[in-house]
């Protein structure tokens, strides 16, 4: 099969805004297209999480840093569709289920209940859509007849995408084929190879029978239940159409979910690229280890929001460069929590009397053109939290105030 070769129609781009693409290792001028009212529109996709159990600042990390571009795009003048899935089909979730002999679907709503609780009090500018797996299933299934349709899929035990039929698998994660294969293998997700299995150990499902007293839903190939990276093809095209602007997640997805998720749409649509820039966030360690679960080193962010103001947590976490590893330590949400204080208090005292927004704050045209600038250069939160943090020094409350609201959305200061 040849590569798709279609390109995009007309890419507009946003002014100074610029982000790092994974895919081309460069920064590009932010992508956006034509709304349907003829202004600019960012369509970003984000990879949510799978509900089944409470959500760590690693979590937290990724969707606030999104949540900063999506509020720097508005303040640009720019108009954000937002969309950001929740896998509640997943074998983590049925898993919880069984354990705690819950049902699957009232774990999932229960925890993306408290996943969106979290991040109101964390002030994030919601997503347009969350789509759930379990209620997109009619567009899912048509993805993989569509691909099985142009011979991009084969049945053995499983319906599988044959990854060779993409050339430029692999130039997303700019992995080999062996360390594609051992990634998989390290996460349990290689499978087998044979007549009766995949044809290629990096060839990855489509759909799948479902095991006993998981959900199954009726489909041309059998009953069964998707693979996990078709979901997000699916979801995001349904909703932000055969291109997206801006794809988004933890960077651990980028292979082999990303890369997946390249091949089969732009091998669904002939149309590259299925994003124009794809922006990775960096991992959240704690205890010298990436935060995960099976590690057991989480630190969850209700207990966070029980300890500390939101605005406190998202200053915290803006003072991570988005692309970059860190390590949570208390102490320096601590220090985080002291400039939060000063904020609050400068926020809640009295105007100067006469002095209106814009006006009376000589310092204000420089602090507010060094946080513009530290954020149009690849969302630099931590640069920009310094200028806060000099508004704050100098009592340049209107200018304090406005970048307050692009890093700390509507999170509370106390
Ligand atoms: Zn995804």
Same mark, same amino acid.
């Given at each position: 099969?040849?590569?798709?070769? $279609?390109? =995009?129609?007309?890419?507009?781009?946003?002014?100074?805004?610029?982000?790092?693409? +994974?895919?081309?290792?460069?920064?590009?001028?932010?992508?956006?297209?034509?709304?349907?009212?003829?202004?600019?529109?960012?369509?970003?996709?984000?990879? !949510?999480?799978?509900?089944?159990?409470?959500?760590?600042?690693?979590?937290?990390?990724?969707?606030?840093?999104?949540?900063?571009?999506?509020?720097?795009?508005?303040?640009?003048?720019?108009?954000?569709?937002?969309?950001?899935?929740?896998?509640?089909?997943?074998?983590? #979730?049925?898993?919880?289920?069984?354990?705690?002999?819950?049902?699957?679907?009232?774990?999932?709503?229960?925890?993306?209940?408290?996943?969106?609780?979290?991040?109101?009090?964390?002030?994030?500018?919601?997503?347009?859509?969350?789509?759930?797996?379990?209620?997109?299933?009619? $567009?899912?299934?048509?993805?993989?007849?569509?691909?099985?349709? #142009?011979?991009?899929?084969?049945?053995?035990?499983?319906?599988?995408?044959?990854?060779?039929?993409?050339?430029?698998?692999?130039?997303?994660?700019?992995?080999? $084929?062996?360390?594609?294969?051992? *990634?998989?293998?390290?996460? !349990?997700?290689?499978?087998?190879?044979?007549?009766?299995? *995949?044809?290629?150990?990096?060839?990855? /499902?489509?759909?799948?029978? =479902?095991? /006993?007293?998981?959900?199954?839903?009726?489909?041309?190939?059998?009953? !069964?239940?998707? !693979?996990?990276?078709?979901?997000?093809?699916?979801?995001?095209?349904?909703?932000?159409?055969?291109?997206?602007?801006?794809?988004?997640?933890? $960077?651990?997805?980028?292979? +082999?979910?990303?890369?997946?998720?390249?091949?089969?749409?732009?091998?669904?649509?002939?149309?590259? /690229?299925?994003?124009?820039?794809?922006?990775?966030?960096?991992?959240? =360690?704690?205890?010298?280890?990436?935060? +995960? *679960?099976?590690?057991?080193?989480?630190?969850?962010?209700?207990?966070? #929001?029980?300890?500390?103001?939101?605005?406190?947590?998202?200053?915290?976490?803006?003072?991570?460069?988005?692309?970059?590893?860190?390590?949570?330590?208390?102490?320096?949400?601590?220090?985080?929590?002291?400039?939060? =204080?000063?904020?609050?208090?400068?926020?809640?005292?009295?105007?100067?009397?006469?002095?209106?927004?814009?006006?009376?704050?000589?310092?204000?045209?420089?602090?507010?053109?060094?946080?513009?600038?530290?954020?149009?250069?690849?969302?630099?939160?931590?640069?920009?939290?310094?200028?806060?943090?000099?508004?704050?020094?100098?009592?340049?409350?209107?200018?304090?105030?406005?970048?307050?609201?692009?890093?700390?959305?509507?999170?509370?200061?106390?």
């Amino acid at each position: 099969m040849q590569r798709p070769a $279609r390109s =995009s129609p007309q890419v507009l781009t946003a002014g100074s805004i610029q982000v790092f693409d +994974s895919l081309s290792g460069e920064l590009l001028p932010l992508p956006c297209s034509l709304g349907e009212a003829g202004q600019l529109e960012l369509r970003l996709y984000v990879c !949510g999480v799978t509900p089944y159990d409470t959500g760590h600042m690693g979590h937290a990390f990724t969707f606030l840093s999104f949540d900063v571009l999506v509020r720097w795009a508005e303040a640009n003048g720019i108009r954000v569709r937002y969309v950001q899935n929740v896998t509640d089909v997943d074998d983590p #979730l049925f898993e919880r289920a069984r354990r705690d002999g819950v049902d699957w679907q009232e774990l999932g709503g229960r925890e993306t209940g408290r996943l969106l609780r979290d991040m109101e009090l964390l002030g994030w500018r919601a997503p347009d859509h969350m789509p759930m797996v379990s209620g997109e299933m009619d $567009r899912i299934i048509e993805a993989v007849e569509r691909l099985a349709g #142009l011979g991009c899929a084969y049945q053995t035990d499983r319906v599988y995408f044959p990854v060779r039929s993409y050339p430029g698998y692999g130039e997303l994660s700019k992995l080999t $084929r062996l360390a594609m294969t051992r *990634k998989l293998s390290s996460e !349990g997700l290689l499978g087998e190879v044979g007549p009766d299995a *995949k044809r290629d150990p990096l060839d990855f /499902p489509l759909w799948r029978p =479902s095991d /006993p007293g998981e959900p199954a839903w009726p489909s041309a190939f059998g009953p !069964g239940r998707p !693979g996990w990276h078709i979901e997000c093809s699916a979801m995001a095209m349904h909703y932000l159409g055969e291109q997206v602007d801006v794809h988004g997640g933890g $960077r651990d997805l980028r292979y +082999s979910h990303h890369e997946s998720e390249r091949a089969q749409s732009e091998t669904l649509t002939g149309v590259a /690229p299925f994003a124009r820039a794809w922006m990775h966030v960096g991992m959240v =360690s704690f205890a010298g280890h990436k935060m +995960s *679960k099976s590690l057991g080193n989480l630190v969850v962010v209700e207990d966070v #929001l029980a300890r500390f103001p939101p605005a406190a947590v998202r200053l915290y976490l803006a003072s991570h460069h988005y692309r970059r590893d860190w390590s949570f330590t208390w102490e320096g949400l601590e220090a985080a929590s002291r400039l939060c =204080s000063r904020l609050a208090h400068l926020l809640g005292s009295e105007p100067n009397q006469g002095a209106e927004w814009g006006a009376g704050e000589p310092a204000q045209g420089e602090l507010e053109g060094a946080f513009g600038r530290a954020l149009d250069h690849d969302l630099d939160t931590a640069a920009a939290r310094g200028v806060l943090r000099r508004a704050v020094s100098q009592g340049a409350r209107e200018s304090a105030r406005w970048m307050t609201s692009i890093l700390c959305g509507s999170a509370a200061l106390r």
